[in-house]
């Protein structure tokens, strides 16, 4: 039979599907059950109830789920058939898709199995997931809708055999998917990450939220204060606990050292296990990345669907002159602020090559600065904040005066708002640099944008000052290439001229 004939009948999962959601559900009823083995009054009543209908409902639901799941591919679609109580059936169409990613975290690794992810446009999240299915069928599911894919674009063009033509289709045998994959990685990467690279990238950065995750684990198994305190006064740790305990200033400082020191090393962890042999090739209109330690990535990115490049870097990236380039891509999954990373680590000239393979950009030498009444306006709306924050929160609880420590660093802050931001229109791209902490320039084809337009509050009127948006599809996230207080005329003439450039790149030759 052949690869898109077996596909064209519905499929279930891998059958090491039931064993790996087994084995992921266990760390709940770990959880649930840490209660019963801490105390043995009548409290444990309730977390003893959890684990029967645990063990009752859930672990027959994980079965459930898995005899009531079919997917199938057509030429036309894919067909994901979910749900025990409420069934779901979901049609992708074929053209719609984007990116068919395939995950492998170290569970399914070790059972030969893998997570397929399915990105249509017009989505900010996954259309559709096979979880689990075998690594051969995950690779023969993307060179089958890539085959697809390429059918029907080649039945929409002139030049077509009659038989495309009447179907929309060809009926080409697909091949097996091993040899597909095998040529299309097997090329030169244009960029790469080394061993020594890969740990840089987590000495560049902190990572909070796995602090967060560690500090709640350690609430779990030690909520009670004392026997933290004795844990704490344990091996290597007790000089450092000891200094803390002999005055409050000596607590705040160890409170803070120790976030700092494991948020950067949890940072280097993360960012070992994420971008550990990253690799990143084009292939026509496309550019492919594979990366992960534990859990194995890969992706392709449409070069047709970029919407935007982002050059990021941090304080310490940018005192040691590395950089950080990601593409903001329309209806795509994208983890990490709605961006791609297409390299995690780099000097800025790499950086700006592999940009002008996606399109043709060039970094302008000048900004045009926003005005410099942005300083008021920032001490302003800062010092009024903290100070709605930090007032009534003192009321109830005076150490929150502190917090007024702060007041002499938001002038500070408000210049180098202004230093680092400002704009350029160059050729048929807009660039936008602004961010004091993180450092961001945006790098936005003319062609992309959806909505171009100024707004103006109250305060700003008063001050002749307008903020300018810039929206494309795809965009999110908290940082958005706006340009704020942009002195009125300014404004007025640099929508009117993206807007000449807009008409001139759809303009009929």
Not at 69 to 90: A, C
Request: with cysteine; proline share 6%; aromatic share 10%.
């Amino acid at each position: 039979m052949r690869v898109d004939q077996q596909f064209d009948e519905a499929q279930m999962l891998h059958p090491m599907t039931l064993v790996q959601r087994f084995l992921l559900s266990l760390p709940a009823f770990v959880l649930l059950l840490i209660p019963i083995f801490r105390s043995a009054d009548s409290a444990s009543v309730v977390p003893v109830v959890a684990v029967i209908v645990y063990g009752v409902l859930a672990l027959p639901l994980i079965a459930l789920r898995y005899y009531r799941f079919r997917y199938r591919i057509t030429r036309k679609e894919i067909v994901i058939q979910s749900g025990v109580l409420n069934r779901q059936n979901r049609s992708i169409p074929i053209e719609r898709i984007q990116n068919i990613e395939i995950e492998q975290s170290l569970l399914p690794r070790i059972f030969g199995t893998a997570k397929v992810k399915i990105e249509t446009a017009g989505s900010s999240k996954t259309e559709g997931v096979l979880e689990f299915v075998g690594i051969e069928t995950a690779h023969e599911i993307r060179e089958i809708v890539r085959t697809y894919q390429q059918s029907r674009e080649a039945a929409a063009t002139p030049v077509n055999s009659v038989a495309s033509q009447d179907t929309g289709l060809t009926d080409q045998p697909i091949a097996p998917a091993p040899a597909r994959q095998q040529d299309a990685t097997a090329n030169t990467p244009v960029f790469s990450l080394p061993l020594s690279r890969v740990l840089m990238v987590g000495v560049m950065r902190f990572s909070l939220l796995y602090i967060a995750i560690a500090f709640s684990l350690i609430e779990q198994m030690l909520p009670n204060p004392d026997e933290l305190e004795v844990w704490l006064r344990r091996g290597w740790l007790k000089p450092l606990t000891e200094y803390g305990t002999d005055s409050p200033w000596q607590l705040t400082a160890v409170i803070i050292f120790s976030a700092v020191l494991l948020s950067w090393l949890s940072g280097i962890l993360v960012s070992f296990n994420r971008y550990y042999g990253f690799k990143l090739w084009l292939e026509s209109d496309k550019m492919h990345k594979r990366h992960g330690l534990l859990t194995l990535s890969q992706g392709t990115i449409p070069l047709r669907r970029v919407q935007a490049m982002i050059l990021r870097a941090n304080m310490l990236m940018r005192r040691f002159k590395w950089i950080t380039l990601e593409v903001q891509t329309m209806g795509l999954e994208a983890t990490g602020r709605g961006h791609q990373v297409v390299a995690p680590l780099a000097r800025l000239p790499v950086a700006m090559g592999l940009a002008n393979h996606i399109g043709p950009v060039t970094l302008p030498e000048h900004f045009t600065p926003v005005s410099r009444l942005t300083i008021r306006r920032t001490i302003v709306r800062f010092t009024v904040a903290l100070l709605v924050t930090v007032l009534p929160t003192a009321y109830f609880w005076q150490p929150a005066l502190w917090g007024l420590l702060a007041l002499p660093a938001i002038p500070f802050y408000a210049f180098q708002h202004y230093k680092n931001h400002g704009y350029a229109l160059q050729e048929d791209t807009l660039y936008v640099r602004r961010g004091v902490f993180r450092h961001f320039i945006w790098m936005i084809p003319v062609s992309k944008f959806q909505v171009l337009y100024g707004e103006s509050s109250i305060f700003q009127r008063r001050l002749g000052l307008e903020t300018v948006y810039i929206d494309t599809a795809g965009a999110g996230g908290l940082a958005l290439p706006e340009i704020i207080d942009v002195p009125t005329e300014e404004a007025t003439a640099l929508i009117e001229a993206c807007y000449n450039r807009f008409q001139q790149a759809f303009a009929t030759p």
